[in-house]
């Protein structure tokens, strides 16, 4: 007898487990309610390892409404932030890419500061030689991030936080 989702009576389908957005999204959202109380509790100021926690402010490009989700900066050059937009190794680019690329204003928190930034992603010459760094800074360990989205044919921005000066009262 044939059921109802095409397979015979006490035949079993092999189920192939394959990334997908829905997974990606829970495993960000996992770390988020692991780590944000904690990133609560240090006032900005959580690491882990070399790794510094930030959390990043960004306008909906549809909504306009903020979304913040708190994300891993593996370099700083000087008073910026480094940023891979990896979602995991996902297929497509984390929704905070695509807010940033519509309104490259944010906020960010971080070392126990919030401040104003204006973000832009990395081209070229600029992007090969901060993933080189970055890698280096991990001890390849990001790589494994990197390369499931390069096999997916996606190419993983990254996305430079530069300060916006204060202006001078």
């Known amino acids: 007898m044939i059921s109802s989702n095409g397979q015979a009576e006490g035949e079993t389908r092999k189920q192939t487990w394959k990334p997908t957005k829905t997974l990606h999204w829970r495993g960000a959202r996992l770390l988020n309610m692991v780590f944000q109380p904690l990133f609560e509790a240090t006032a900005g100021r959580l690491r882990v390892g070399h790794i510094r926690l930030v959390e990043l402010e960004t306008t909906g490009r549809r909504t306009g409404l903020p979304r913040t989700v708190l994300m891993p900066s ?14 995991g190794g996902g297929k497509s680019q ?4 695509w807010n940033i690329t519509a309104n490259p204003v944010v906020q960010i928190r971080a070392g126990g500061r919030t401040r104003t930034m204006r973000a832009r992603v990395s081209e070229g010459k600029e992007a090969r030689r901060l993933l080189a760094r970055v890698l280096r800074r991990t001890g390849g360990t990001y790589l494994f991030l990197v390369a499931p989205a390069r096999a997916a044919g996606r190419r993983v921005p990254i996305v430079v936080l530069d300060p916006i000066p204060e202006p001078k009262p």
């Open 94 to 97: 984390p929704s905070w890419y």
């Open 74 to 87: 593996f370099l700083m050059l000087g008073d910026s932030y480094v940023l891979l937009a990896s979602y």
